[in-house]
């Protein structure tokens, strides 16, 4: 979990001799500022941008930080000049001189509450005999598993285990713990903002199966080499960034009803199904993202967030029709929408498409209209307030129906997905009084 940093150390550019003491802090939510008593780079360079800052901390920590910029500078009355950097990206652990040289072998990251949507565990026996005073631990750590993705990406997860090493204590703890891995297959170095944005691709993956953003715990870059003895072991780089601010307490995630779906429940396609995310991410990034914000907890209009789905649903169609046709064509709105309602099972548009499946998609038509112009002719029949957020609750499921087909789930899978989590992720929108008849049937 990114959390707030504070260092002090030195600071200086790749292949310069000028350096400056200065105060570097982090937190998740205004990412990295580097306040330096003194300025890098010429003194005439108002608009200055470095690629690359780096530091050595009061306690010997290597810092790295890329895509900066000067976001203030300034002389106080004693003369001495100010500068203020800011940078998108925060490494801890080593010095890059160059681009060349931000290049890793693999990106491995961990989620809060990713054990619970694996449910993969290494203990068969935790027992306590009350009469003799016994307690008995038995635990194998379980095989990692490797799943060979689209474009040659490969997805580990790779399990490891804590455990005390003496007997001489009174509290032992065998911790299990499991990261994601994000490699090519070829094994050779990979730039950095490829390895990241395939971490963002898992990551938007399991905001879906989440059905909200995963928190962050840990992010590592690493890198294979050979130590003096040769033996090998992976070079590890912290990664941190700037993140969404969390408003309120999201519900903690330790039960499968709080998963739209589970690794349990796809896992015996899953390598498919992820590699169909990640091409689905390649050919209709638009409608990803568009999807996934919706599920971001910040702060946003209601007017926005529905003019996001709307756009989301809309480019979905015209990327199909192209891949479908081999071009686009300039189809009505309303069109697309009829058209990406008869791909939906009957079954959830009975339940999802309020009040009838006709006034849903002219609801859907005549507020997209309204907010996308605010043509005062069209006020009257754009919904608003409560209503508004209902429809762009429904339009939200709407979408995840369309991507979950998309990933590889059956029209079977997506009503028993949709029905049966919809009563405890979404109850506002699917009723259980109205969803149960259909339960009987799984």
Request: glycine share 10%; net charge neutral.
């Given at each position: 979990m990114q959390k707030k940093l504070h260092f002090k150390g030195v600071w200086f550019l790749p292949n310069s001799e000028s350096?400056?003491?200065?105060?570097?802090?982090?937190?998740?939510?205004?990412?990295?500022?580097?306040?330096?008593?003194?300025?890098?780079?010429?003194?005439?360079?108002?608009?200055?941008?470095?690629?690359?800052?780096?530091?050595?901390?009061?306690?010997?920590?290597?810092?790295?930080?890329?895509?900066?910029?000067?976001?203030?500078?300034?002389?106080?009355?004693?003369?001495?000049?100010?500068?203020?950097?800011?940078?998108?990206?925060?490494?801890?652990?080593?010095h890059f001189l160059n681009m060349d040289e931000l290049k890793f072998s693999q990106i491995d990251c961990q989620f809060k509450s990713f054990d619970f949507w694996l449910s993969i565990y290494g203990f068969s026996r935790i027992e306590y005999l009350k009469e003799t005073k016994e307690i008995f631990v038995e635990y194998k750590q379980p095989l990692d598993l490797v799943f060979h993705l689209t474009e040659g990406i490969e997805c580990a997860f790779q399990f490891s285990t804590y455990a005390p090493s003496y007997s001489k204590t009174s509290k032992a703890i065998v911790k299990q713990v499991c990261e994601i891995s994000l490699s090519h297959n070829s094994k050779s170095l990979t730039g950095f903002e490829e390895l990241f944005s395939m971490f963002e691709t898992f990551e938007k993956f399991l905001t879906l199966s989440y059905f909200g953003k995963p928190i962050i715990k840990k992010l590592f870059l690493r890198t294979k080499t050979l130590s003096k003895k040769n033996e090998e072991y992976y070079k590890t780089v912290e990664i941190h960034f700037q993140t969404p601010s969390l408003n309120g307490k999201l519900h903690r995630r330790n039960h499968s009803n709080y998963f739209l779906f589970t690794f349990k429940i796809i896992q015996e396609n899953f390598q498919e199904i992820l590699s169909n995310w990640f091409n689905a991410k390649t050919k209709l990034e638009p409608t990803i993202n568009g999807l996934t914000e919706a599920f971001s907890v910040r702060e946003q209009l209601s007017e926005f967030k529905?003019?996001?789905?709307?756009?989301?649903?809309?480019?979905?169609?015209?990327?199909?029709?192209?891949?479908?046709?081999?071009?686009?064509?300039?189809?009505?709105?309303?069109?697309?929408?009829?058209?990406?309602?008869n791909l939906i099972p009957p079954e959830i548009k009975f339940l999802l498409f309020k009040p009838s499946e006709k006034e849903f998609i002219e609801n859907i038509k005549n507020s997209r209209n309204y907010y996308t112009h605010y043509s005062e002719e069209k006020e009257a029949t754009a919904l608003k307030g409560s209503d508004l957020f209902y429809l762009s609750e429904r339009m939200k499921i709407f979408l995840v129906c369309l991507i979950l087909k998309e990933i590889g789930f059956t029209d079977a899978e997506v009503v028993k997905t949709i029905l049966r989590k919809g009563v405890f992720l979404f109850n506002h929108i699917i009723k259980y009084d109205e969803a149960k008849k259909y339960f009987q049937d799984w």
């Open positions: 350096q400056y003491t200065g105060l570097l802090d982090f937190s998740p939510d205004n990412g990295a500022r580097l306040e330096l008593l003194g300025m890098l780079g010429k003194e005439n360079q108002d608009d200055h941008r470095p690629e690359l800052i780096l530091g050595v901390t009061s306690d010997g920590k290597k810092i790295t930080l890329f895509k900066c910029f000067r976001s203030n500078r300034g002389f106080h009355s004693n003369g001495i000049e100010t500068s203020i950097y800011e940078a998108i990206f925060l490494f801890i652990g080593g529905f003019l996001n789905l709307a756009h989301a649903l809309e480019t979905y169609h015209q990327r199909k029709e192209k891949e479908n046709r081999g071009k686009a064509s300039q189809t009505l709105f309303q069109k697309r929408l009829e058209a990406l309602s």
